[in-house]
């Protein structure tokens, strides 16, 4: 039983809480409440006690996603490395969505998702052009086509060209 079936498999007076715990994939922790012409109007998520791991498979074209975000800082010019967003993925998951938010700029620099350190492994986006400040750089189109999957176990690190820059790196994925 899915939270959608929970929110309408049963019936609610004006103002009742609800506490979500029965036949959803979370232990507790999310609370709706209605009020009178049945909208939800108060919705809360205790962060301690939702994780990753409790959230539903990508079945059907269905899924819970959520977002990795992983800063990395600038340091001295001049070498390649890597930011390790996952060492080891608790769980299959897919990812949906790459971006990057440049704050420290480095000419002709780019970086990149892959499934390994030492830019081997296989690609999981395009490269992107860390050349200029912006919030939300997307990879280079074509570069990769559709959703990547990373196997339970399985890592992600963001290879730089030059560690002169520094941001955020995020990832949109769902459990496969």
């Avoid at 990753?52 to 010019?77: E, N, R």
């Avoid at 350190?117 to 986006?125: E, Q, Y």
Wanted: proline fraction near 2%; aromatic fraction near 6%.
């Amino acid at each position: 039983m899915g939270i959608l079936d929970a929110f309408f498999g049963r019936m609610f007076n004006s103002g009742t809480e609800l506490t979500l715990t029965s036949g959803v994939n979370y232990t507790g922790g999310i609370r709706g409440v209605l009020n009178q012409s049945t909208k939800l109007t108060d919705v809360s998520i205790d962060p301690a006690t939702v994780s990753p791991t409790m959230l539903a498979v990508l079945t059907s074209s269905m899924g819970v996603p959520f977002v990795i975000a992983v800063d990395f800082a600038a340091a001295t010019t001049g070498t390649a490395d890597d930011v390790e967003i996952l060492s080891s993925s608790p769980f299959a998951l897919r990812i949906l969505d790459r971006w990057v938010d440049i704050t420290i700029t480095g000419v002709g620099v780019t970086g990149q998702f892959r499934s390994a350190s030492g830019g081997v492994g296989t690609g999981l986006s395009g490269a992107f052009d860390a050349s200029s400040t912006c919030n939300g750089r997307r990879a280079s189109s074509g570069s990769i086509a559709g959703t990547a999957a990373v196997a339970a176990g399985g890592a992600i690190h963001f290879r730089r060209s030059d560690r002169a820059i520094a941001g955020t790196a995020y990832l949109l994925v769902a459990r496969t």
